[in-house]
């Protein structure tokens, strides 16, 4: 730590701690400080926090760093449930985007009633902002 540059740098291992996790991190700090990461060695990453600010009441240099830490756990750890669970999250995004049930056929388009009623609408979600917020008509007024 050195408070005179108002920075501090932590070094952490590479194998606990991928790239997208200190990508991630970092994002979360650049509004708070400026974040420089670095690879000393194939083994480890450098994360220098500087305070954007010097002599603004921010939080203390430690502050920032063991924020950053928790952060970075965070991360890590999120990336490391979506890399274990990425068959089952692409199959659930699949048939979100597919349809569970696949496309109607021919027999059941056929069947179909185009004419009624779409849904029940008795929130009126689905109503238009025109036809919700409209002026009420005076008695003078034209169509």
Same mark, same amino acid.
């Given at each position: 730590?050195?408070?005179?540059?108002?920075? %501090?740098?932590?070094? %952490?291992?590479?194998?606990?701690?991928?790239?997208?996790?200190?990508? #991630?991190?970092?994002?979360?700090?650049?509004? @708070?400080?400026? %974040?420089?990461? #670095?690879?000393?060695?194939?083994?480890?990453?450098?994360?220098?926090?500087?305070?954007?600010?010097?002599?603004?009441?921010?939080?203390?240099?430690?502050?920032?760093?063991?924020?950053?830490?928790?952060?970075?756990?965070?991360?890590?750890?999120?990336?490391?449930?979506?890399?274990?669970? @990425?068959?089952?999250?692409?199959? %659930?995004?699949?048939?979100?985007?597919?349809?569970?049930?696949?496309?109607?056929?021919?027999?059941?388009?056929?069947?179909?009633?185009?004419?009624?009623?779409?849904?029940?609408?008795?929130?009126?979600?689905?109503?238009?902002?025109?036809?919700?917020?409209?002026?009420?008509?005076?008695? #003078?007024?034209?169509?």
């Amino acid at each position: 730590m050195d408070e005179a540059d108002a920075s %501090v740098t932590m070094t %952490v291992p590479a194998e606990a701690y991928p790239l997208p996790a200190l990508y #991630g991190a970092s994002y979360v700090f650049i509004d @708070r400080c400026f %974040v420089w990461l #670095g690879r000393p060695s194939s083994e480890a990453w450098t994360i220098t926090l500087s305070k954007k600010d010097p002599g603004a009441a921010a939080p203390t240099l430690a502050e920032l760093a063991g924020e950053f830490a928790n952060e970075l756990l965070s991360c890590a750890w999120r990336h490391e449930i979506t890399k274990n669970n @990425r068959a089952m999250i692409e199959a %659930v995004t699949m048939q979100a985007f597919g349809g569970a049930m696949g496309p109607p056929s021919l027999d059941e388009l056929e069947a179909f009633d185009f004419s009624a009623e779409p849904f029940d609408d008795p929130l009126g979600i689905a109503q238009s902002w025109e036809d919700k917020y409209k002026k009420p008509k005076k008695d #003078g007024d034209e169509p």
